[in-house]
C-alpha cells in the first residue's frame, strides 16, 4: 500500500511528560505506517523552552500562521515546584496563552462520544462544543476589600482630559467590590470565530449571557454578536441552513439539559470555565474531549484538552506501566490532518484521519479500553489495556479498514 502524501507541512508542537511518550508511539504506530508525515517540528517541551528562553513557543505560533494549522502535544505549565525539579531559568508563562496571545482566538472543546460511556444525561445523542471567551472579565479583574464606610465609584479618564464617573456602592461598613473589562476588539473577534466554527462544522449556535441584569456589559457582548451576525454571516447561516441565537445563561442551562446535542454553545469566560467541566465531566471524562484553537483568521490549532498526566509519568519512570488514555492526542492529530487535507484538497488525508478516528472508537466499543474508561464503561467484559497495547489494537484495526 503506498503511503499517503501531504503537500504542506503541519506545525507540530512536541511537549511534556506522559503525553510526550503517547506523542512519539502514535506517531510510529498510527501515522507514519501510512502516512508520507511532512511536519514543521518546534519542541515545546520544558527543557528546549528553557534552553531557547522560550522563543521555540513564539516560533511555534508564527508558524502556525504561516502554514495555518498545528497540531500540539500537552505541556506543562511551570510552577514553584517546576521550577525546581527542571532548574529553569524563569518561571516562563503558560504555552497555551502565549499560543492564543499570538493567534488571537477561541478555544472549542467537545466531547467524543462512543459507545459503552453514555453521558449522565439521558437526553444527549450528540456531542455539545462549548466556546469559551478566553480574554477579560473576573480573569482580568482588580478587586478591594473595603474596610469600612465610605464610597466606591467607577471613573473613566480619557486622554483628551474630560471624565465621567458611577457610584458603585456608598458603604456604611466593610464589604468587597471588583472592577472587570473586556475589549471590542477581543469579543469581535470572540463572535466571528464562533460563527465562522458553526459554518465549519455545520451546527447552531448559540450565545448566552445574562443581559437583563448585565445591561451594559453582557448586553454589549449580546449586541457585538447581533451586529456581526447580521453583517457578515446572516447569508451564510440561512445558506447552510444554519441558527444563531442568543438567550439567557439561566434560561440556556435549562435547554441545553433537555436537548440531544449537536450544537455549540458560546460562552463568556466564566461562564466558559464552569460549563465545560460540567459538559466533559456529564458526557464522561477529559480524555475524551477534543480542543481546538480556532483564530478569526482562520488558523488552527489542535490539542488535547487534558495536561502530561504527570502522575502517570513518574510511574512510567519507575518502569511500570501506565494506563493513560491517548484518545485526546490521537485526536488532536486527526483533527488536524482532517482540517490540512480539506485545505490542500487531499481527501485521501481527510480519509485516513476518519479511518483513524473510526478505529480508535472501535477499539473501546469492543471493550478494549484504558482504565479510566473501564471505571465508567456500561459494557460488560472489559478488557483494560495499558497505553502501549490499547494503541497495538487500534493499529489492528487500522490496518484492516485502511485495506478494505
Ligand atoms: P492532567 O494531566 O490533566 O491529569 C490529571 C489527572 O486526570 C491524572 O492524574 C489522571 O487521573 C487524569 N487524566 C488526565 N488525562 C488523562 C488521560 N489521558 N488518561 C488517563 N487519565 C487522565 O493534570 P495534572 O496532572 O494536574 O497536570 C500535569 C501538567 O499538565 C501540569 O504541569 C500542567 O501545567 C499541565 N497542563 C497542561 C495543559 C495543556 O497543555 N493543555 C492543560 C492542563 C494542564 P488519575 O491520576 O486518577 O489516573
Ligand atoms: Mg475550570
Not at 56 to 65: D, F, Q
Not at 244 to 268: H, M
Not at 313 to 333: C, D, M, R, V
Not at 370 to 377: E, H, R, V
Request: aromatic share 10%; proline share 3%.
Amino acid at each position: 500500500m503506498d503511503k499517503i502524501r501531504m503537500t504542506t507541512p503541519l506545525v507540530e508542537m512536541d511537549g511534556d511528560e506522559m503525553t510526550r511518550i503517547l506523542w512519539k508511539k502514535i506517531k510510529e504506530e498510527l501515522i507514519e505506517p501510512f502516512v508520507e508525515l511532512r511536519t514543521e517540528y518546534y519542541d515545546l517541551g520544558l527543557e528546549n523552552r528553557d534552553r531557547t528562553d522560550d522563543q521555540v513557543t513564539v516560533e511555534s505560533a508564527k508558524a502556525t500562521k504561516k502554514y495555518g494549522v498545528a497540531v500540539k502535544c500537552a505541556t506543562i505549565t511551570p510552577n514553584a515546584a517546576r521550577m525546581e525539579e527542571y532548574h529553569l531559568k524563569e518561571m516562563w508563562k503558560s504555552p497555551n496563552g502565549t499560543i492564543r496571545a499570538i493567534l488571537d482566538g477561541t478555544v472549542f472543546r467537545a466531547p467524543i462520544t462512543v459507545k459503552g460511556i453514555e453521558p449522565y444525561v439521558r437526553t444527549w445523542k450528540k456531542p455539545i462544543t462549548l466556546a469559551r471567551h478566553a480574554y477579560g472579565d473576573v480573569y482580568k479583574a482588580s478587586e478591594l476589600v473595603i474596610p469600612g464606610p465610605g464610597k466606591v465609584e467607577l471613573v473613566y479618564h480619557a486622554e483628551d482630559g474630560s471624565s465621567f464617573s458611577e457610584l458603585v456602592h456608598a458603604f456604611q461598613g466593610p464589604g468587597i467590590v471588583q472592577g472587570m473589562h473586556n475589549l471590542d476588539r477581543s469579543i469581535e473577534s470572540f463572535a466571528r470565530s464562533c460563527f465562522q466554527y458553526a459554518l465549519d462544522i455545520r451546527q447552531d449556535l448559540w450565545f448566552a449571557a445574562k443581559d437583563t441584569i448585565s445591561k451594559k456589559y453582557d448586553h454589549h457582548f449580546k449586541d457585538v454578536f447581533e451586529e456581526i451576525y447580521e453583517k457578515e454571516y446572516q447569508a451564510k447561516f440561512s445558506e447552510a441552513g444554519l441558527t444563531y441565537f442568543y438567550t439567557l445563561i439561566d434560561d440556556a442551562i435549562a435547554r441545553v439539559i433537555k436537548s440531544e446535542g449537536g450544537f455549540i454553545w458560546a460562552c463568556k469566560n466564566y461562564d466558559g470555565d464552569v460549563m465545560s467541566d460540567m459538559v466533559a465531566t456529564a458526557f464522561g471524562s477529559l480524555a475524551m474531549m477534543t480542543s481546538v484553537l480556532v483564530s478569526p483568521q482562520g488558523y488552527y490549532e489542535f490539542e488535547a484538552a487534558h495536561g502530561t498526566v504527570q502522575r502517570h509519568y513518574y510511574q512510567h519512570l519507575e518502569g511500570k506501566e501506565t494506563s493513560t488514555n491517548p484518545i485526546a492526542t490521537i485526536f488532536a492529530w486527526t483533527g488536524a490532518f482532517k482540517k490540512r487535507g480539506e485545505l490542500d484538497q487531499l481527501p485521501e488525508l481527510v480519509r485516513f484521519a476518519e479511518l483513524m478516528e473510526q478505529a480508535s472508537l472501535e477499539t473501546i466499543a469492543s471493550g478494549k479500553m484504558t482504565k479510566d474508561l473501564a471505571l465508567i464503561t456500561s459494557l460488560k467484559d472489559v478488557t483494560v489495556l495499558n497505553s502501549g497495547d490499547f494503541i497495538k489494537e487500534i493499529r489492528i484495526r487500522l490496518e484492516k479498514l485502511m485495506v478494505s
